[in-house]
Every structure is written in C-alpha cells, then in structure tokens.
C-alpha cells in the first residue's frame, strides 16, 4: 500500500491458494518487474510455489539484470542460507514429492539470502517499510521512464504481435547481432508515432542505450536543425552536451562514438533522405544487435536506404475503432445501449482513422443528450468533403470564443514551447491559459509531453484552413505566420485591425526590406514575435496594444517614442543593440517578464523602480554591464534574476528586498568579488555561482538560507571562506569542485538531512567535519584530489560510534576518493559497516600497497575502480556482486599470479555478468588458450545445466594517446545473439603504451539443442573495431567452462577442433547450423 500511494505499479501474489499451479501470467509479472522484493518469514519455504517463483526471479535477476532485494521478516539469513531450522524442515517435508526440484531451491535460497536486503530485526516495521519505499523510488527515478504512448492504447498489442510474425528478427530463438532497421510508414494521424512508442518502449531495456527523437521533419526545417537532432541524438545517448559545429563533424561523432555500442535509436516523421543521413546513416555507425526505428508518411524513403522491415500502419478494424471511440466519449471500452447505433455512426465517419476517433469521441463526451448526437452528426453528413479536417472543425467549432483564441494561438506560434512560456503569453494576452489548456487537453486537441506543449499535425492544419481562409488578403486575417505572408503586409503596410499576432521566424539572419509605418495599423496587435530579422530601416510605431514583444536581434537603439508600454507584459530583446529603456522602464507597470540577454550595448540600465509586477529578470551575458542598478534590490515580487556571463559586475546591490526570489544565477560573473546579505531573501531555491573566479568569502547569511535546495560554487579558484556554520535545512546539492584554495570545510547543523550530493573534488580541505554524520541521506560524495586530506580513516570511524541511530554514509551509493594521497586503505574495514548501498568506489591514483580482505563485504558494490594505484600488490578478496573492476595501471597488482587465478575463481565470476580489465597478467592455465580469434570449442551437453563461461582476451595498445571505445566482444552461444550474451567494454585508455588483459564472465542457461553425439559448441570471438585497428592487437585468447550442478570443469570441453580466423567466414559457419 505504501509503494502503491506513491504511484509506483505493483503486482502482489496473494491471489494463489496453497498448493495451486503457478499461472503464465504470473511468470509474466516477474519478468516485466524492475524490482522483485522477496519476503521471508518463518514458513515461507513451506510453499513450494513461493520456491517456485523464487527459481524465476532469481532467473530474471541473471538474465535480465533485475533488481532482487530480499527482507528477513522475523528469520536469520543464515537460516535462509544453509537451510536450517523452519527452512531445513521445510525442504526435508518437500524431499519425496519434488525430489527433482530440491536442489535448485536449495541453491536459490542460498543465492537469495546472499543479497542485500532489510532485516527487521528489532526495528519498527513501520521504519523498515519508510526506508524501502525511499529506496524503492529512487532506483525507479534512475531507471530511463517509459514513453507516453496513449491514454487508451487499443489494438497496440496485436499491431505489435502482428510486427513481430513479419520478420524473424523479433523470434526469441534467432535474434541478429546485425544492425536492425525497421520503418513504420502511413498517413498522418493513422498512429505511426503511437506504435513507435509502444515498439521502443517494450524492447528498450534491451540496449546499453536509447533514445527517441521526435519531430524530425518539424525540427530539420529550423536553422541547423539536423545539427540541432544530431546533437540530441548524442546526448540522449551518451549523456553528454556535445556541440557538433557542422553537419558533417557529427556525422563523425556519432559514427566513432556510437560503433561499438548496442543502441535503439527512433526517428520520429522522417520526410527526406537527408535526415536519414545525418542520424543513421550507415549500419557500421552502431554496435552489433542495435536497432533502428523510423516513421514516415514515405515508403519509398524507407526501400532507398534499405530498411530491413516495412510495417505499414493500417486503419483501425472496426471493433477497435468503436472500442477507441467509446473509451473517449464514455471512459469505458463499450458505448452505452442507447449510444450503440449512434456510436457506430459516428465510428463509420472516421474510417479507421484513430485522430479523428479520439477528436470526436472526445468532444461527443461533453454532450449527453442523444438529440444533441444526432443534430452533430447530420450535420457532418450534410457536408460535401466528409474529410478528417471536418470531422477535427467540429470540436472546434464547439469551443468557447476565448478557448478558440488559445487554441489558435498555440497551432500558429506555441507548439513546441514549455508549458510555463505558453502560459506566460496567454496570460498576458488576458487569457486564462491554465483552464484554456486544460479544455484543449480534454478535447484531445493538445497534449504536454515532457512539458512541451504539442499538438498534431493534422489538427494544425486545420487550425491553419481557418485562419487562412479568414480572408484572402494575408493583411486581413487574425494570424500570420508564413513568412511570405509576412514579409508582403511589412512591405506594402497592408496590415489591418484584424491582425491580432504576427510570428517571422527566418532560419538565418536576414536583412529585409519593410515599410517604417508597417505596424501603425494593425491597432489590435496584441503578440510579435521576430527572429533572425534585421529591417533596412528603424520602426516609427508600434501598436499601444501589444502585451507581448519578442524580438531577438532588435537594431534599434530604443523603442518607437509615440509607442505607449502601459499594456506590455513581456519584452524580449535578446542580442539587440537596445540602449535606451528609459520610457519602456517609466511606463512598464505590468511588465513581469524582461529579457535584454546578449544585449552588449548598454553599459547601464534605467531605474527599475516602476516595475513594480516584475517577475523575471534576464540579463545574460550583458558584458558591457559593469553595475547592476541598486533598484533591482527593491523589486519585491522578482521570482528569477539570471546575470550568467556578466564579466564585468563587482557586486550586487547593498540593499536586497527580493521576498519572493527563487533562482539567483550569477555563473561566470568573474570580476565579483563578494555578496551582499541575503537573510532577507528567505525563498531562495536556487544559487549559482560557479566558476565566480574573484570570489574569495561567502556571506554568513547564506549558511542560514532556510529554504535552498541547491547551491553550486564550483570553480570559484580563489574561495577561501565559506560560513562558518551550514543549518540550511533543505539543501540538497551543495557543489564546491575546484575551489582549490579551500582548506577549511564548516561543520553542518543536525537540520541538514536532506543534502544528496557533495561535490568536494579538487578543493584544499584537509579534513571533513565531524558534523558530517548529521548527513544521512548523503547518496554521493566526491573528493577526488583531495590531495590534503589527512583524516577521512578517523572521521569515518570517529562517525561510526557517534551516530548509531543511524550511521553517516548510511545511503551513500557513489563514493570517489581517488588521487587523495592516501597509503593506507583501513579506513574499508568500518566503512564496510556504516555503509550498505554503496554501488561505486574508486580508489584510483592512491599509494596502497593492499587492500583489506572486509571488501567482500560490500555486498552492493557494483564497480571498482583502481586505475594507477602503482603500488598496489594485493587485494585479498572481491565483493560478492561486483560486475566492473578496473585496475589498469596497477603493475604491482599485475605480478601478482594469484591475484589473477582469484579473478578466475568460481566465487568471483559465479552469478552474473562480470568484467574485469588489469595490466600485463597472464591467462590462467586452467583456461583452454590459444593465439587464434575467433575460438570454437564444443562440450557435453546436459539438461537445466547452468553454465558459467569465462574468457580472456589479452591486447596490446600501441600509440601513446587516449582512446575510446577500444575494445568490442560477441560471445554467442549456439548461434544465440540474444542481450545477455553480448558484451562490450568502453573505456578511456591511461596514455602510456602497455597490455592489457580484459575478463568477461557470464551465467547463462545455454539452449538445450545439442549436435547429434550430445556435444554442444560455443563460438567466441573478439573483433576490434575497424577505426581502432591500427592501435589495438589483440594477442591471445582463453576460455574456461564450468557447470555447477554437474561439475563440469574444462575436462569435458573438447578441443577447438577447426580454428576460424575469418570473421566473415564465422558468421556464415554460424548461420549453417
């Protein structure tokens, strides 16, 4: 019920009577499962069908990497582990009737009670239950959200049924380790989009990455807009803000950087070859097993790049549709008796055509009297057309005069903005724009995805038909935004009264030619948007009734003087030549929002006083700005003031009344030198001061800033001082990287609970404070150089007996202590107590000489980094779930013979998926080893055998220069190409010319198919990637096969039989089987 009141979806088993038959459907539920938490109490081994799932979840934990968390409710694990007590005497009651099943039971309960997990121990369960619905959502908050597909999504599952009968590909048994590309073509509005989502999202935990890119046609139209898709393109998958400059540089990025990784890429509304070309232009941009999805109203695009798959999106059959249709108009999946026939009519006009159904199901449900249907759809009859515009027009046609204005203003200039942004200029158009959008959303003619507001193609149209067919002359209609349209009424002042908002937007910057009086007209003008326009000569008016103005690169020196701002609400005037705002100031009452960004004319600006409903404040990089007027101090409802980039500001104003500020961004301000008080800024959210290079002391009043969330001081090289006592009570991302001239860190107050993140890297500090136990949701903290710190071992045990209740570090997930000078690792043996959730730790760059054998206590460590530790020789043990160590550079640790025969060892690489990359070691010798790649090798085969695999490649870089994405493996099992049996390892290699050797360890349930004298084969290859092949030689190669049910070691392995050293020539082997 807990996880259920935070909106989290789950499926309890309590509906199963003792002794019933596991259902499919059930099965189904775990393996779609994030998270599986497993409850033992003392008679759950009792149940043979609660041994049963447990096999099945454990299972998907392997296989599909799902997350597993036991709770001992009222048991010792360790009873669970070696089955004792309740649990012996369970399993010894099952002994003749599931003689076959006992021993896998036996081994999951093991497997099971090894996890980390909650037990309940003395603790209230009502603590234990807290602490796992946190843990529950912040690992939900991780994981990529699903995309939005649709409120009723009707006969998606069949169309994606019906995808994967068309093509091999999508059979469990014979997936291809190829690039994959499928197109999905049909007419607008026929739900090409929809079942892109519903395909992308059932397939996506499938990759290392994804990403979905929408409005590909829209977006490519715009200004480097392919420059524009390939940058969001790398960034949705490699997390990183990349700018590509040009077309053809991100064609190199995305080829170089994306080639050994397994990605599922969507393009959405693809009208030109071109597109296709910048984003996914060649198979070999993308790792093996990586799949393309495309939509297009164009089939014919699709056969010219050859696409693997065409699926072309149908109508609707005709129960769908009226189950479609009855969902919109009465929120349920069948039309009430009277409405059946009525229902059907309605469904017939639309023809299978899912907008039109959900537009006039949605409309239809706002009038409840029959007549009312009727008269609705005669009308529809009557009509000559009877296309998918008219069936859109009535919806609009039954809108309030003030929700049509909204509805026309957000087709003609606001699809794609932020809600915020949209509402902004609504509201300032005297519209109420929050009930205007809900009624639009309602009516499903908009939508807000991922707080954009959007709107369908086809419904733009018609918007569009209406406006346009207002009047013939372009100066005599309400709306315009066609720029030839525009560019004729600036030219011939045409414009008239009728003219209510006027968007040009040019691709590049142009110069042009208008009419000085265009404007004196239109008397209703109430929205002008411009960009990338720059007119031959100076406007003389503008209309009094404008609420809005955006106009980016404005020439002017000054506003019109007859132009009267007593209605302006909001002005944008980024990168204009604007000096004087004298009478825009004086007379701007109602302005709320000012944007004079990038604007480096004006040295200083006018009294700001009469501004008195100011709300936001953006004056970005104004580098000729050298005094923020005292004024702004005193404007008492500003909410946001962003000076980023102003270099030339020394300080802000003496006297601060800013009650209701929220977001102060002074970023890159590097001449300031202090802050003034702020203890009367009591809202504060949000500041930011990074890379605040003069800055050398932070005001005390900000150690008190009760209600900041997030304060960023990164970069500020000459900070000395911070508060001397932090009670900001609810700040969570405190960030102080590369203040290297901080030496003394303040000690926090007990109120501080809720701080997440800490970003101490690079800074002087020599020790934490002790306060910093009073930091219990701390989730992750980086000291990486520290090169000062003297005392982290005594603060962590000093913490450890301090706070009992709940020990420091008790959350912490991500620890970074590399390059902190420390020679000794002790500080692990109490670390391993406070902390249970660790899942990263690096140690890189320090001076160990050994690390202590309590690592296997970190049950949750996930990766473990050791790069360059030189003086590293011995790590005695491994944490039981690590997946990823990295101890490149170690070449102490590489003389170690025993070290790697531990890593081959059947306690390291049991389990799960593994990998392991160290420097010079050499392959142990009880892996079968050979010079050759790729490698064939054949062994007995046995039923339900569970499989570990290891294999080692040794390679050898040879240029002395960083490198990325070196390494690229396929390990199939019986021409099995599947997820869990392809790896990649992508990784950033030290500078220096050296061998590497790289272990991957996989448990799998290999297929049961095996060749007629009961041997089955395994075929692992590793291939570098072309574009690496001059620098990586891979030297030698080994595998090692082990069964732990039947005790299958390398004895039962026959030799390699035939060497394949042909890649191409292995792939054709591997499909003739």
């Not at 700018?243 to 190199?252: H, Q, W």
Request: net charge neutral.
């Amino acid at each position: 019920m807990a996880l259920r009141q935070k909106g989290v979806n789950v499926f309890i088993d309590d509906k199963l009577s003792r002794g019933e038959q596991i259902s499919e459907s059930l099965f189904r539920s775990i393996e779609e499962a994030l998270i599986s938490i497993v409850i033992f109490s003392e008679n759950y081994a009792s149940s043979s069908w609660c041994l049963d799932e447990l096999v099945k979840i454990i299972e998907c934990k392997k296989s599909k990497g799902q997350i597993v968390w036991p709770i001992f409710y009222k048991v010792n694990p360790s009873d669970i582990r070696k089955q004792t007590e309740s649990f012996g005497e369970a399993l010894a009651t099952h002994q003749a009737k599931f003689k076959t099943k006992i021993q896998i039971w036996r081994e999951t309960l093991t497997t099971a009670a090894n996890l980390s997990g909650w037990d309940l121990g003395t603790r209230k369960e009502a603590d234990l239950i807290q602490d796992l619905v946190k843990e529950v959502l912040s690992i939900l908050n991780l994981i990529c959200t699903p995309l939005y597909v649709a409120k009723y999504p009707v006969g998606i599952d069949y169309q994606l049924e019906t995808l994967r009968l068309h093509s091999h590909y999508w059979t469990e048994d014979e997936p291809s380790i190829s690039v994959y590309m499928v197109g999905i073509y049909g007419i607008g509005g026929i739900g090409k989009t929809t079942f892109a989502k519903a395909l992308y999202n059932k397939i996506a935990n499938q990759f290392e990455a994804c990403c979905f890119i929408s409005k590909v046609r829209e977006t490519s139209k715009q200004f480097n807009g392919l420059v524009q898709l390939q940058e969001n393109l790398l960034h949705e998958i490699l997390k990183e803000n990349l700018k590509v400059g040009n077309l053809d540089r991100g064609i190199n990025i995305i080829k170089h950087r994306l080639c050994s990784q397994k990605v599922l890429i969507a393009l959405d509304d693809v009208d030109k070859l071109e597109q296709l070309g910048a984003l996914v232009g060649g198979r070999d941009w993308f790792g093996p097993g990586s799949i393309i999805i495309v939509t297009t109203r164009n089939n014919h695009l699709l056969s010219i790049h050859e696409f693997d798959q065409k699926y072309g999106i149908q109508g609707m059959n005709h129960d769908d549709a009226l189950e479609l249709f009855s969902w919109h108009a009465f929120k349920k999946s069948h039309p009430p008796s009277a409405y059946v026939d009525l229902s059907k009519r309605a469904t017939s006009y639309c023809k299978g055509h899912p907008l039109a159904l959900v537009v006039l199901g949605s409309f239809l449900c706002t009038r409840d009297d029959e007549a009312e249907w009727r008269s609705i759809l005669d009308e529809f009859e009557n009509s000559l057309s009877k296309d998918i515009s008219d069936i859109l027009r009535i919806s609009f046609d039954g809108l309030e005069e003030k929700v049509k204005e909204i509805f026309l203003d957000i087709s003609c200039f606001l699809v794609g903005e932020k809600v915020e942004y949209v509402k902004n200029i609504l509201n300032a158009c005297h519209f109420n724009a929050d009930f205007g959008i809900i009624v639009l959303i309602d009516l499903s003619l908009v939508t807000v995805e991922y707080n954009k507001v959007q709107m369908h193609d086809l419904v733009r149209h018609m918007t569009h038909k209406i406006v346009n067919g207002e009047s013939f002359e372009p100066g005599k209609r309400s709306r315009l935004w066609l720029v030839q349209d525009v560019l004729k009424v600036f030219a011939d002042n045409s414009g008239t009264d009728a003219i209510r908002a006027i968007k040009l937007e040019l691709p590049n910057p142009t110069k042009l030619e208008v009419n000085p009086r265009a404007l004196r007209n239109m008397k209703n003008l109430r929205l002008l948007i411009v960009q990338n326009a720059r007119f031959s000569t100076n406007l003389k008016c503008l209309p009094d009734n404008l609420r809005w103005i955006e106009w980016h690169g404005f020439t002017q020196e000054s506003l019109p003087s007859c132009f009267i701002t007593k209605n302006l609400v909001g002005l944008n005037l980024q990168h204009s030549l604007i000096k004087n705002l004298d009478k825009v100031f004086k007379d701007g009452t109602r302005l709320k929002v000012v944007d004079l960004s990038y604007s480096t004319s004006s040295e200083k600006f006018p009294n700001f006083s009469a501004l008195s409903s100011l709300e936001e404040l953006y004056l970005i990089e104004c580098t000729s700005l050298r005094k923020i007027p005292e004024s702004i101090g005193s404007l008492n409802k500003l909410v946001i003031l962003d000076l980023r980039y102003c270099s030339n500001i020394k300080k802000l104003p003496s006297y601060l009344m800013l009650d209701s500020l929220e977001i102060l961004n002074l970023s890159y301000c590097k001449r300031l030198e202090g802050l003034s008080n702020f203890s009367t800024i009591s809202n504060l959210k949000g500041l930011y001061l990074n890379n605040c290079t003069n800055l050398r002391v932070i005001h005390e009043s900000v150690g008190s800033l009760d209600s900041l969330v997030d304060l960023n001081l990164a970069q500020c090289t000459k900070l000395e001082k911070l508060p001397s006592y932090l009670r900001i009570k609810s700040l969570k991302f405190l960030n102080l990287s590369g203040c290297c001239k901080l030496k003394m860190f303040p000690e926090f107050d007990e109120s501080m609970t809720s701080l997440n993140v800490l970003n101490l890297d690079f800074t002087a500090i020599k020790e934490l404070p002790s306060s910093i136990g009073y930091l219990t949701e701390l989730l992750s903290l980086n000291l990486h150089g520290c090169t000062n710190l003297i005392s982290f071992h005594s603060t962590v045990h000093r913490n450890f007996f301090e706070f009992k209740v709940k020990p420091m570090f008790f959350h912490l997930a991500f620890l970074n202590l590399e390059n902190c000078n420390m020679s000794n690792a002790n500080f692990l043996k109490t670390l391993c107590h406070v902390t249970r959730l660790l899942h990263s730790l690096n140690l890189s760059r320090n001076k160990f000489s050994s690390l202590p054998s309590c690592l296997h206590k970190f049950t949750t460590l996930q990766n473990l980094i050791l790069r360059n530790c030189k003086f590293l020789q011995k790590i005695s043990s491994l944490p039981p779930h690590i997946e990823r160590m990295d101890a490149t550079g170690c070449e102490s640790l590489a003389r170690c013979h025993n070290f790697v025969d531990m890593l081959s060892s059947k306690q390291v690489i049991k389990g799960i998926q593994r990998h392991f990359i160290i420097m010079n070691g050499e392959i142990p010798e009880k892996f079968y080893r050979t010079i050759s790649n790729p490698m064939k090798v054949s062994f007995r085969h046995y039923p339900n055998m569970e499989r570990t695999l290891t294999t080692y490649v040794m390679f050898k870089v040879d240029r002395m220069e960083k490198l990325r994405d070196q390494g690229h493996a396929v390990i199939s099992f019986n021409k099995c190409y599947s997820d869990q049996d392809k790896f990649s390892f992508n990784r950033e290699f030290p500078s220096s010319t050296s061998e590497y050797m790289w272990l991957i360890s996989i448990t799998s349930n290999i297929s049961t198919s095996s060749v007629a004298n009961g041997w089955n084969h395994v075929i692992v290859w590793f291939d570098v990637l072309k574009c690496f092949a001059a620098t990586v030689t891979i030297k030698n190669c080994g595998i090692h096969l082990t069964d732990e049910i039947h005790g299958i070691q390398n004895d039962d392995i026959r030799g390699p039989g035939v060497i394949y050293t042909d890649f191409d020539r292995l792939k054709e082997l591997v499909s003739d089987e």
